[in-house]
């Protein structure tokens, strides 16, 4: 069974950082392709990174280029994502997702933002 559990979201300044962790169970890392997709209140669903699992590969974000690395360790199937020079409109729940194919691409994952989601965690960049 598929289990995606997120944690590390909490309120951060403008500026700040902060860093999601998902832990995966159920599934293999390495045939599969991992995202981050985030909702801000009375907004669509968004992508904002992705990775596959088996190389790494990854897939941005305009808005969050330059800002967020996505990363994983296989071998603790655990997907991050560094965020830092948060702003305001970074707000928003952030769900970690898994698509357990491993012929889909991080941008594919993205651009579909397919799979099974997590339960999702709340960041809210604020002074």
């Known amino acids: 069974q598929v289990q995606l559990v997120e944690s590390g979201g909490g309120l951060v300044q403008p500026g700040g950082s902060l860093r999601l962790s998902c832990a995966a169970s159920?599934?293999?890392?390495?045939?599969?392709?991992i995202g981050w997709f985030r909702q801000a209140p009375g907004k669509e669903h968004e992508a904002v990174s992705c990775?596959?699992?088996?190389?790494?590969?990854?897939y941005y974000a305009d808005s969050v280029k330059g800002r967020f690395t996505i990363s994983r360790e296989n071998a603790k199937n655990m997907v991050y994502l560094q965020m830092n020079s948060l702003k305001p409109e970074d707000t928003a729940v952030y769900y970690c997702?898994?698509?357990?194919?491993?012929?889909?691409?991080?941008?594919?994952?993205?651009?579909?933002?397919?799979?099974?989601w997590g339960q999702g965690t709340q960041v809210t960049v604020s002074s």
């Open positions: 159920g599934f293999d890392l390495d045939y599969s392709a």
């Open positions: 997702a898994v698509d357990r194919h491993p012929v889909t691409t991080a941008q594919a994952m993205c651009v579909m933002m397919m799979g099974s």
């Open positions: 990775i596959r699992g088996s190389d790494g590969s990854t």
